[in-house]
């Protein structure tokens, strides 16, 4: 974040004491507008498409009543946001589903009941409370598998951060 933006950023009383400070900041359009969005700790991108929860082609259902209702019933919405998404990549290993948290990756598949949902919005919820990334437990465990090069279920996002310098303008 810029100091630009670090100044924007406005913290503001919650309705709900589990879902912490709403942290709006105005950003900068290439048209020169400013928008105010929400600034986020994470999200949950959960892929129900062309394999995933595709039953016609032999995969299991994606449980997105729990994933929704979870959601919802956690008052997590201001700092976790939920996607039901296209097509991840992975197709083969449906259901996949990809944890992105404080600029850490998790990348699970067979993600098919609606309790290993409730374990997943656990494992999110363990890393609000911690406020950062934090290892997999042990029942998911088996789930994750690595996506990226810089995929984790181990190790610390903050190892593969580098400083992008874009090349000059010739
Ligand atoms: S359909 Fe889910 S990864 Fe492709």
């Not at 129900?48 to 039953?55: D, H, I, P």
């Not at 990809?98 to 009941?113: E, K, P, T």
């Not at 997943?120 to 998911?140: F, H, I, K, T």
């Not at 996506?147 to 610390?156: A, E, L, Q």
Request: with cysteine; glycine share 6%.
């Amino acid at each position: 974040m810029s100091t630009r933006q670090s100044s924007q950023v406005r913290s503001l009383q919650s309705r709900s004491s589990k879902s912490g400070p709403n942290n709006l900041i105005d950003i900068s359009t290439p048209a020169g507008e400013e928008i105010t969005i929400r600034h986020q700790e994470g999200h949950i991108l959960v892929c129900n498409a062309c394999c995933c929860g595709n039953t016609e082609k032999g995969f299991p259902a994606v449980p997105l009543e729990t994933w929704k209702s979870e959601w919802k019933a956690r008052s997590i919405r201001k700092r976790v946001h939920l996607t039901i998404a296209g097509c991840l990549g992975p197709c083969p290993l449906a259901n996949v589903v990809l944890i992105i948290y404080r600029g850490a990756c998790v990348w699970l598949q067979a993600v098919n009941s609606p309790r290993q949902v409730k374990q997943v919005y656990d494992y999110v919820e363990s890393m609000m409370s911690a406020g950062r990334y934090v290892s997999l437990p042990v029942q998911l465990e088996k789930l994750h598998f690595t996506r990226y090069d810089f995929d984790t279920g181990s190790c610390s996002p903050t190892d593969h951060v580098e400083e992008y310098s874009a090349p000059a303008e010739g």
